[in-house]
């Protein structure tokens, strides 16, 4: 596959991330929820695979409230699934500095891509 057939593939993803179209899933955390498709997450994610796949109540109502996870994370975590790469700034903490911040922001990053089983993120 040539660079630009995958920029182009990458771009799609983009675009049916931002608009939600086609979605067969929501992720729920805190405050916020994704409209994802399960395509896209099971594909990279034995965890979310495991859940879509079973018979269980997340399945069949397509929706997942990850109660345990910050929103700001889960944000970036779906950003790599459908973009093959996430934002590592961030605003806060104020008393970090912005290279600790994104020390932080990775290492949580890391710490969500094994608790939902990612190995590439």
């Known amino acids: 596959m040539s660079a630009k ?12 991330k931002a608009s939600g179209a086609y979605h067969d899933f929501v992720i729920r955390c805190v405050h916020r929820s994704w409209r994802v498709h399960r395509l896209v997450i099971c594909l990279q994610s034995d965890f979310f695979r495991k859940v879509c796949d079973g018979n269980s109540e997340e399945a069949r109502k397509g929706e997942i409230t990850l109660a345990e996870s910050d929103p ?5 975590m779906i950003d790599y699934l459908y973009l093959s790469d996430y934002s590592d700034v961030a605003a806060s903490p104020k008393d970090l500095s ?7 922001i990775n290492a949580l990053v ?12």
Do not use: E, F, S, T
């Open 110 to 121: 890391y710490a969500i891509a094994d608790q939902y089983a990612i190995p590439h993120l």
């Open 72 to 76: 700001g994370i889960v944000d970036r």
């Open 98 to 104: 912005p290279h600790k911040r994104r020390l932080v």
């Open 5 to 16: 057939n995958h920029q182009d593939i990458i771009n799609g993803l983009a675009q049916i």
